[in-house]
Structures are given as structure tokens and as C-alpha cells.
């Protein structure tokens, strides 16, 4: 009987998975042996009930093991990471083959978009070869654990003594240094550790592109970009879209910051050119927050120094947490379950190395939620902690829909939730909780908030918008490994017009240095986040029966908001993302008028400011 005969072909596939993938079975032959037995609709909607159960066990097993290897980095636990992670990636493999079977049916909805996200699951699609699979899981493994215990010894300090500094400090010295010579020594220092990642990186592409021709992309690139529910050239085109509606006034912001770092630092800031990026207040240039106090409009108004007022009052990691928390129960969201508190990393061991990069997690696709954080008691943090918890309450929200839909509308969409919420985490609202003893209320005052929120969210969207931009590249092959480097650099000044302190050619490798480079996380969704998190607010701010100009608005309290965010975040990943988008704001489109908008008093004063100026680079 045809169902029987079908119904091999997945349990082929299912012994795969029980073994740890250098037995899996060539499911392609497999199904080609049935040829003469017709798959039916309903059969694929048993095929896609199974791969929804197996991938639940493989990726809760893959998750633990990828959990100890980051908050534990030792070479056991990174080559356990691999082999789970060398699992999935073989069954998913085959799961994608037999699931071509099913090409051409008509199938109910929810089971075509099943098979459709299975295809696109995987951001490292692995080679059918058991020896390359088991190679590209090594590296990847490698990569992130090399990132994670990455430290600069400066000249004379013996390698793994005290004196060697991690990102943690470094970071601190680009924050905090004194003068120009001490951030670009830090800057220069946290470079070193990407550098003997280079072969690395060109392995991984070849072995990662090698995996996604066989599945039918051409080439990585092809796959990341297939993910948005439109033809990969059509997205492509709707974040160039996006970037030009937000380009010149990201231009102008850098052309006000460029003027005041020309000032500060004489006669090192071109006032034509490019910025040099070690002088930015953070490590890569992507957020600008710790330039604030010089680049405030009004110095001497009111303090929005969260990061002093969170220390006076005492706060630490697990008190910023349950402020965080308490926002989401704010607006009518659960609380967060005690085994969040017991799992979760709030703070950096002292004792070993882990990945301090920040991340959400749930392990079990079942309410096993964490996160993972190397909390500082400062205002970047807080925000984080939002952001974070952003991604665990998507997990809550969804965690019993089937695991391929146990995810975003799409990426942006997981990334934008806590940001969009921290956008309420307005002087008004540190004021009621306590932390902020005043709050801003002429236009002098809401001037200066807009410029400490824009050099943030202004100044990262051209660097959310590179980091992919230059994947797509490497990914493509348009950019060869001898001009990885390069390429990064053209990248950088042409979208954020920042460069290097010195010249750095090929025998350097920069994108190393960025987490989401190592650790194979793909970047266009953060720019896609910033953009919509305003849609989001804006939507959330008129449920709330918010009146007046969008950037006064704070959504806590609003139970109205939280009603309408719980809906989206319950979607997961069922319906395409326009729908989801449709029910959280009205639109089909991401737009950047929202976010526009948010900042029109800020973007009118620096035209002004920006008057008789030679901006642009
Ligand atoms: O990686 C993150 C989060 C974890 S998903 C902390 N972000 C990007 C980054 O740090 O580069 C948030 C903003 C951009
Ligand atoms: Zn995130």
C-alpha cells in the first residue's frame, strides 16, 4: 500500500536522526523508489508532523549542548556542540530532500509554509558528505568559541596571565580612554583575536555554500535572502528602499557628531572625511550612546544619566532583570517562570571563559526559557535586558505551536519586540520607578532624549545594513577571500562613514571581530528591527490612546498594547509576515515614516546645527 511504502521513506529518515548523522540514509534514492506510488496532500502533512516532533528532540539536544558551550567554553564542550549541531544539520539535510517529494502538490496552507520554513530553517546548510558536514560543524563551533574567549595580551604580557585584556575591557577603554592613543591601542587589541580566523571563514563559505546548492540555492547569500516571504532581489530592494528613506538622517547626525569629535580630538577628525572608528564609544561603531556627553544639545539640563542613578540606588544584574520583567507584566504579560532565574547567566563567571554576547533563549521549545548576559549595572544594559527579554516573551507567546512556526513573522520581527517596548523606557518612566529623580519637559529637554535615543537608533542603521551587505558579497562569491578586508572596509565607509585608524589589508580579518561574523548570526534583521520597532511603538502607542507627538509616548501600563502585541507574538511564524504585520499596526509594508516621524524634532535641530557645514564624506 502506497501509504506504507511512503511512510518508509520518513522512517528512513527518522533512523538518521537517532544516530548522530554519519548513518544517514540516502532518503533521495529512497524516494525515488517509490516514485510509482504518488504522495498524497495528506501524507505530506504527516511527513511535516514528524519533522516538526524530530526536530523538537534534535534541537532541544543540539540547544543544551550549544548552552554549556557557551556559558563553559572548553574543547569538550565546543566538539559536543559540533556533534549535536553536526545532527541536526544531517538530519535536516535529508529531512529537505524527502520533503521534494511532495513539489507540486497542492497542499493545505500551514503544511506548505512547514515545508517551505524547513528549507529556509538552517543558516548553515552542511554538505551531504559526512566528512564536510563534520568539517564545517567544527568550524563553526570553533569560530564562536575563538570569539568568546578572544583576548588581547598587550606587548610583554605573557598569554593567559592577568594582564591579557577581554572584550569586556577593551570595550571599557574605547568607553572610557583617555585620549586617542589608548582607544585605538584597545581597538587595534580586540582585532588580533579574528585574525587566524581568516582560513577558517573561507572554509566555512565554501562548505556552507557547497550545503546550500544542494538543497537548491545558489549559493548562501541566496538562502539568507529567501527568507522574507518575497523573491531574495525583491528584499534586497526593500532594504535599499528603506536605507534611503533613513540615509540623510543618519548623514546629518554624523555630520553634527564629526564636527564635535574634530573639536575634541585636534587635528585627528578630518572634518571632510570619514570618522575614525575607534572613537565612537563602542567597539564597532554601531551604537553611539556613550558620546553623549558630547554631543548633548543643552548640557546642564535635566540628568539622564540612568547608568549613575541605577548605581546610587543599588541596583544589580538581578534587580535590573525584574525591572525589565516587570515592564512586560506592566502591560499585562506573564510573569516570567522561576526556572528563568535559576538557568539563566546574568554574570560574567569569574572562573572560565563563556560568550558574553548577549542572547535569549528556550531550550526545550517548551517555556525553558534564559538568557545569557554578562550584565554591567549601566544604561546599555538595562536596555539590553529589554531587548532580551523581548526575545523570551516571543518564546513564551508561541511555545505550543509546532516547532517550525516556534519563530519570528521573520528575524526583524524577533529582534524589534523588546526594543520596541524599551522605546517606553522613557525619563517618565524611570521617574516612576524610582530610578530618575527628574524628568525633561520643555523642548531643550526632550531634544536632548532624542539625541541620546538617536545616537543609538540613528546611528546603527548603517551598520546594520553593511554587515549583511558584505555577506552577500563573500557569500556570492563577487568578494574573494584575498579581499575579505577590503571589502569590509569599503563597506564601512561607504554606508557609515567611519575608517580604520591605520590601514588594514588582508592579512587582517575585521568581520571576525563583530560576534554575528563567528558566530554565523544573520545581521539584516537588526537594521529590518530598528526600522519597525517604530512601526510597532507607533501602533502600540495608539492602543494605548496615546495623543500627542510620538516620541512623549511610553506604552507602560497599557494593557490595550500588551493585548496587541501578545496577539502577534502568539502568530510565531504561521502566517507570512505581512500579516502579522498587518494585525500589530495596519500595514503590509516596513516603512521607515514611523521612526521619521519619532525623530523630526531632532532631525530639524541638526539641520540647523548642520548649517554652512561641508557634511557627507
Ligand atoms: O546582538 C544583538 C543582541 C542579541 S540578539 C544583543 N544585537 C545586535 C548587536 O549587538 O550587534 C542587538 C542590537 C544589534
Ligand atoms: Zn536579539
Not at 216 to 241: C, I, N
Not at 469 to 480: A, I, M, T, Y
Request: aromatic residues 10%; negative net charge.
Amino acid at each position: 500500500m502506497k501509504t506504507t511504502i511512503r511512510s518508509f521513506a520518513v522512517l528512513a529518515l527518522l533512523a538518521s536522526g537517532a544516530c548522530t548523522g554519519d548513518k544517514q540514509p540516502d532518503t533521495k534514492q529512497k524516494v525515488d523508489a517509490v516514485q510509482d506510488a504518488p504522495p498524497t496532500a495528506e501524507e505530506a502533512e504527516a511527513f511535516a508532523g514528524r519533522v516538526n516532533a524530530d526536530l523538537k528532540e534534535k534541537w532541544t539536544d543540539s540547544a543544551r549542548a550549544a548552552w554549556v558551550a557557551a556559558t563553559y567554553i572548553t574543547d569538550d564542550t565546543e566538539q559536543l556542540a559540533a556533534d549535536a549541531n553536526e545532527d541536526v544539520m544531517a538530519y535536516t539535510a535529508a529531512a529537505i530532500q524527502d520533503a521534494t517529494a511532495f513539489d507540486g502538490l497542492t497542499l493545505d496552507p500551514a503544511t506548505a509554509r512547514q515545508l517551505h520554513l524547513l528549507k529556509v530553517s538552517s543558516s548553515l546548510p552542511a554538505p551531504s558528505d559526512d566528512a564536510k558536514r563534520s568539517e564545517l560543524a567544527q568550524i563553526a563551533a570553533k569560530m564562536e568559541s575563538m570569539y568568546g574567549k578572544g583576548k588581547y595580551c598587550p606587548p610583554g604580557i605573557e598569554e593567559g596571565s592577568e594582564g591579557c585584556q577581554d572584550l569586556a575591557e577593551l570595550s571599557r577603554l574605547i568607553r572610557e580612554g583617555k585620549t586617542y592613543e589608548e582607544k585605538e591601542q584597545a581597538w587595534k587589541g580586540w582585532r588580533t583575536i579574528s585574525v587566524p580566523m581568516r582560513p577558517l571563514y573561507q572554509r566555512y563559505v565554501e562548505l556552507g555554500n557547497e550545503g546550500a546548492r544542494e538543497i537548491g540555492f545558489t549559493d548562501m547569500s541566496h538562502l539568507w535572502k529567501s527568507r522574507y516571504d518575497m523573491p531574495p532581489e525583491q528584499f534586497e530592494a526593500t532594504v535599499e528602499k528603506l536605507w534611503q528613506q533613513v540615509r540623510p538622517l543618519y548623514e546629518d547626525l554624523h555630520c553634527y557628531a564629526r564636527s564635535k569629535l574634530a573639536a575634541q580630538y585636534q587635528g585627528k577628525v578630518d572634518e571632510k572625511g570619514a570618522i575614525p572608528a575607534h572613537l565612537l564609544g563602542n567597539m564597532w561603531a554601531q551604537e553611539w550612546a556613550n558620546l553623549y556627553p558630547l554631543l548633548e544639545p543643552y548640557p546642564g539640563k535635566t540628568s539622564l544619566d540612568v547608568t549613575k542613578a541605577l548605581n546610587d540606588k543599588g541596583y544589580d544584574a538581578k534587580r535590573m532583570v525584574k525591572l525589565g520583567e516587570s515592564f512586560f507584566t506592566g502591560i499585562g504579560l506573564d510573569a516570567l517562570p522561576d526556572s528563568f532565574y535559576e538557568r539563566s547567566q546574568f554574570l560574567q563567571p569569574r572562573d572560565r571563559d563563556v560568550v558574553c554576547h548577549a542572547s535569549a533563549w528556550d531550550v526545550t521549545y517548551e517555556k525553558d526559557v534564559r538568557i545569557k548576559m554578562c550584565i554591567k549595572v549601566d544604561e546599555e544594559d538595562l536596555i539590553t535586558i529589554h531587548h532580551e527579554l523581548g526575545h523570551i516573551y516571543y518564546y513564551m507567546y508561541y511555545y505550543n505551536l509546532p516547532v517550525l512556526f516556534q519563530d519570528g513573522a521573520h528575524d526583524g520581527f524577533h529582534e524589534a519586540i523588546g526594543d520596541a517596548l524599551a522605546l517606553s523606557v522613557t525619563p517618565g518612566y524611570l521617574k516612576q520607578q524610582g530610578i530618575l529623580d527628574e524628568v525633561p519637559k520643555d523642548d531643550q529637554g526632550l531634544l536632548n532624549v532624542q539625541m541620546k535615543v538617536a545616537l543609538d537608533k540613528i546611528a546603527f542603521l548603517p551598520f546594520g545594513r553593511m554587515i549583511d551587505q558584505w555577506r552577500w558579497d563573500v557569500f556570492s562569491g563577487k568578494v574573494p577571500p584575498t579581499s575579505y578586508n577590503q571589502h569590509w572596509w569599503k563597506l564601512r565607509e561607504a554606508y557609515q562613514g567611519v575608517k580604520a585608524p591605520e590601514a588594514r589589508g588582508d592579512e587582517y580579518f575585521d568581520p571576525g571581530a563583530k560576534y554575528h561574523i563567528p558566530a554565523n548570526v544573520p545581521y539584516v534583521r537588526y537594521f529590518l528591527s530598528f526600522i519597525m520597532q517604530f512601526q510597532f511603538h507607533q501602533a502600540m502607542c495608539q492602543a494605548a490612546g496615546h495623543e500627542g507627538p510620538l516620541h512623549t509616548c511610553s506604552i507602560a501600563g497599557s494593557t490595550a498594547a500588551g493585548d496587541k502585541l501578545r496577539n502577534m507574538l502568539a502568530l510565531g511564524s504561521s502566517k507570512p509576515w505581512p500579516d502579522a504585520l498587518e494585525a500589530m499596526t495596519g500595514t503590509r509594508e516596513m516603512d521607515a515614516s514611523a521612526i521619521l516621524e519619532y525623530f523630526a524634532p531632532l532631525a530639524a535641530w541638526l539641520k540647523q546645527q548642520n548649517e554652512g557645514k561641508t557634511c557627507g564624506w
